[in-house]
């Protein structure tokens, strides 16, 4: 008796770029766009079957594995009153400082995605 085979869904891509024989693509997966290098000829009509994806390379850093989030609220209260945040509307007067004072709340975890390593 023949086997029944789930027929592949395919999956909607956009290419990125083409590396020789290879194409790097990019799929929607629950709202997260992921890149993938898949070979040019499984690409048709703009899709790839889920089946080459599975098995594709994967193509990016994985950024939650390089971060540890070590500041606290009392850390970016701290640091947004020595800013000269203290209202709204201070913010509202010089977002660029919010910008400044969340970057310094995060120096550490912005260094490690920098240089490629886990802190």
């Known amino acids: 008796?023949?086997?029944?085979?789930?027929?592949?869904?395919?999956?909607?891509?956009?290419?990125?770029e083409f590396r020789g024989k290879s194409a790097l693509v990019q799929v929607i997966?629950?709202?997260?766009p992921r890149r993938y290098l898949v070979d040019n000829t499984r690409i048709k009509d703009g899709e790839v079957s889920s089946g080459v994806l599975k098995k594709?390379?994967?193509?990016?850093?994985?950024?939650?594995?390089?971060v540890e989030f070590?500041?606290?609220?009392?850390?970016?209260?701290?640091?947004?009153?020595?800013?000269?945040?203290f209202t709204r509307e201070d913010i509202a007067k010089d977002?660029?400082?919010l910008h400044g004072a969340i970057l310094e709340l995060h120096r550490d975890?912005?260094?490690?995605?920098?240089?490629g390593k886990g802190v």
């Open 56 to 66: 594709s390379p994967e193509v990016g850093e994985e950024w939650a594995e390089m």
């Open 1 to 16: 008796m023949p086997e029944d085979k789930e027929k592949e869904s395919g999956v909607a891509v956009r290419i990125i």
């Open 95 to 97: 977002p660029a400082a």
């Open 109 to 115: 975890d912005m260094a490690a995605l920098k240089m």
């Open 70 to 85: 070590r500041g606290t609220p009392d850390d970016l209260d701290r640091i947004m009153r020595i800013r000269g945040l």
């Open 29 to 32: 997966d629950n709202g997260i």
